[in-house]
């Protein structure tokens, strides 16, 4: 940036600045002016883009922080009501749900505790990947159910131990329930079919209604029916 106190004055011959020469200069300096201040306001529009940052991904981590608690709170609640009639194996479902769902929380508390802590010290909040290990064929896939319709939190943790009993199926959990519908997540052999197993096992009946690699959408017309 050019300093105008280093230039020499300009002057005519016989004394006096000319109009013209104070125009030219005053230009130059209001144009600096202007730049200095285009300048300013580009760090604070980045300040103020860093600070929203900052406050978003805070109060994320207040929300997952409390949301365990909540989550566990609720399905305790619905354990109790159901404590008059329930039998000793759903309690031990439900109490498999919660532990569970504050499992999946937790962690997702601290990815957003690490994000945090990495925006504060100036870096990216989504981390650097890890270099890729040597590709290997895995034994087993997982595999999305989308079923539904369940009555309550109940019936998704019966209908999860029902998928868990199947001879295919080597793990399970619940990834997420929405509405009257539930996404369950079981592991299985690769080439194993899971439909098969469902339709030969399962106590409940369903309809497909769609089926693709890793994923798969059901529709119960029934609950569990006596073998």
Known sequence: M?????????RRRLGGYRPEDVE????????????LQGEIEGFRAR???????????????EAAIAAPERLADEVEEEARRRAGD????????LEKLRSDLVGRLREAVHDVAAAIERVERGESPIPEPEPAAPETRPD???VAVDAGPFGDVLAVARFESALLALPVVADSYIRRVSGDRAMVEVTVPVGASLIDS???????S????????????I???SGARAR
């Open 140 to 142: 087993t896939v997982a």
């Open 219 to 221: 529709v119960l017309t």
């Open 24 to 35: 030219l200069r005053l230009g130059e300096l209001y144009q600096t002016i202007d730049r």
């Open 206 to 217: 369903f309809e497909v209604e769609s089926a693709e690699f890793g994923h798969v959408r």
């Open 86 to 93: 329930a039998a000793r194996g759903d309690l031990e479902q």
């Open 198 to 204: 469902m339709r030969e096992w399962l106590s409940y």
């Open 2 to 10: 050019d300093n105008p106190r280093s230039q020499p004055p300009i």
């Open 47 to 61: 300040d103020a883009e860093r600070e929203a940052e900052l406050r978003r991904l805070s109060a994320e981590r």
